[in-house]
């Protein structure tokens, strides 16, 4: 492929013309030590896919552990339907409400020990407003 000679010729460019013609700009004294603290003090933006990973992580666990529980407690009833008491624990009498209040409570500890993890809309959406 013949390259085309008198587009070679950059000196002719109109673009360069008005470059020669501006003023020089130097950089001050400071500007290297400017631009380091600059970026020092940028903030790392969180990828996009942590929004996602940790909320599904903490609800993998803790439906994992409602599971746990539900799994538990269809163990301990016998074919009877009645639940066969653990010596030395108290007698289980929870519904499904109790179990979602629980798991509720849960998430909101989770969420209170790593509250920076989460946005505004996030934290909104799990206190139910």
């Known amino acids: 492929m013949k390259r085309d000679d008198s587009s070679a010729d950059f000196e002719r460019d109109p673009v360069w013309e008005l470059l020669r013609e501006s003023a020089a700009q130097r950089p001050g004294p400071n500007f290297a030590s400017n631009v380091v603290r600059a970026a ?7 990828p996009w896919w942590s929004r996602f990973l940790i909320p599904a992580s903490l609800g993998g666990v803790l439906a994992g552990a409602t599971a746990l529980v539900m799994v538990t407690l269809a163990l301990k009833t016998n074919p009877g339907g009645t639940a066969t008491p653990i010596p030395g624990q108290p007698a289980v009498d929870s519904s499904l409400a109790d179990l979602q209040d629980d798991y509720e409570t849960e998430v909101f500890l989770a969420a209170a020990e790593h509250l920076g993890d989460y946005s505004d809309e996030e934290l909104v959406s799990m206190i139910g407003f």
Do not use: S, V
């Open 40 to 46: 020092r003090l940028e903030t790392q933006a969180k």
